[in-house]
Nanobody, 128 residues
Framework: QVQLVESGGGLVQAGGSLRLSCAAS????????MGWFRQAPGKEREFVAA????????YYADSVKGRFTLSRANAKITLSLQMNSLKPEDAAVYYC?????????????????????WGQGTQVTVSS
């Protein structure tokens, strides 16, 4: 059974930084992608960033490019999201998702419904 557990959310002032982590277990896919999405109240869940685990290729939403950075730890299948220069509009519940990639070189989806597995989410609040 796939399990994703996020951690690291919290309250930060605008311009500050936070680091989110997602620990995965139970993955049986031979090729997959892991991604971060976020959902603010009353809004759709939106793509933030994703990594194709096979080769480490990363993909970012335009709104976070240059401010957010993905990193991974293979040993324990942990995906981290370093968020710098945070803005009030970055405030949301952040979710980690996992997607099976077929073929293995496919580009990770930016659509949330393509990710069948999700963590419980972690709240990020940015004060202005």
């Amino acid at each position: 059974q796939v399990q994703l557990v996020e951690s690291g959310g919290g309250l930060v002032q605008a311009g500050g930084s936070l680091r989110l982590s997602c620990a995965a277990s139970g993955l049986t896919f031979s090729s997959y992608a892991m991604g971060w999405f976020r959902q603010a109240p009353g809004k759709e869940r939106e793509f933030v960033a994703a990594i194709r685990w096979r080769d480490g290729s990363t993909y970012y939403a335009d709104s976070v490019k240059g401010r957010f950075t993905l990193s991974r730890a293979n040993a324990k299948i942990t995906l981290s999201l370093q968020m710098n220069s945070l803005k009030p509009e970055d405030a949301a519940v952040y979710y980690c998702g996992d997607q099976n990639l077929s073929p293995s070189w496919a580009t990770p989806s930016v659509t949330s419904h393509q990710y069948p597995y999700w963590g419980q989410g972690t709240q990020v609040t940015v004060s202005s």
